[in-house]
């Protein structure tokens, strides 16, 4: 059974870069039926989608946010990752990895999710 | 950017109720469109993608309709287990693009 973990700190500065790992057990982030995708929500708001990357390493992000975000991937380490940098309060969320159906497509399944908090 | 609606924002309803949400697209997404349900300190699950087709393991009483701009979610019988908030996904094109949640409760 495919399973998502993201990892990384739970506490980030203001200005500073968020840096979130999402590590997939149970299945190959090289298979390419998926892509790997980043969603985020703030604390009592909706869902944002962040971007995604494809095994081999084509990416896909949210114009809201391209000029401060990458998304790169460890597919010996079957793992994959965000960057966020310049964060404000406003970045504080809930930041969820999951797994992306090429066709049909759907988000599923997804990580727990990890709060980050951008405070000084 | 393709901008998603949906209706009612909330609802409160009863156990065994007929529930139905409404999701309606700003353009024409065919049917690449899904249905999931978060509850609280929970990570989303999805319960139907294309429209229309239900996910493994999601029980029967919840169903998805619709092509084009307008789709509905359905939950035949609701269960204690249903209460939840249910956001639609359109996955058309970039940016991919959620709704902004209906939030079902206990009447």
């Known amino acids: 059974q495919l399973q998502l973990q993201e990892s990384g700190p739970g506490l980030v500065k203001p200005s500073e870069t968020l840096s979130l790992t999402c590590t997939v057990s149970g299945g190959s982030i090289s298979s390419s039926s998926y892509y790997w995708g980043w969603i985020r929500q703030p604390p009592g708001k909706g869902l944002e989608w962040i971007g995604s990357?494809?095994?081999?390493?084509?990416?896909y992000y949210n114009p809201s946010l391209k000029s401060r975000v990458t998304i790169s991937v460890d597919t010996s380490k079957n793992q994959f990752s965000l960057k966020l940098s310049s964060v404000t309060a406003a970045d504080t969320a809930v930041y969820y990895c999951a797994r992306r159906a090429v066709a049909p497509r759907w988000f599923d399944p997804w990580g727990q999710g990890t709060l980050v908090t951008v405070s000084s | 950017a393709i901008q998603m609606t949906q209706s009612p924002s909330s609802l409160s309803a009863s156990v065994g109720d007929r529930v139905t949400i409404t999701c309606r697209a700003s353009q024409g997404i065919r049917n690449d469109l899904g249905w999931y349900q978060q509850k609280p300190g929970k990570a989303p699950k999805l319960l139907i993608y294309a429209a229309s087709s239900l996910q493994s393991g999601v029980p029967s009483r919840f169903s998805g309709s619709g092509s084009g701009t307008d789709f509905t979610l359905t939950i035949s019988s609701l269960q204690p287990e249903d209460f939840a908030t249910y956001y639609c996904?359109?996955?058309?094109?970039?940016?991919?693009?959620f709704g902004p949640g209906t939030k079902v409760d206990i009447k």
């Open positions: 996904l359109q996955d058309y094109n970039y940016p991919i693009t």
């Open positions: 990357i494809y095994y081999s390493g084509s990416t």
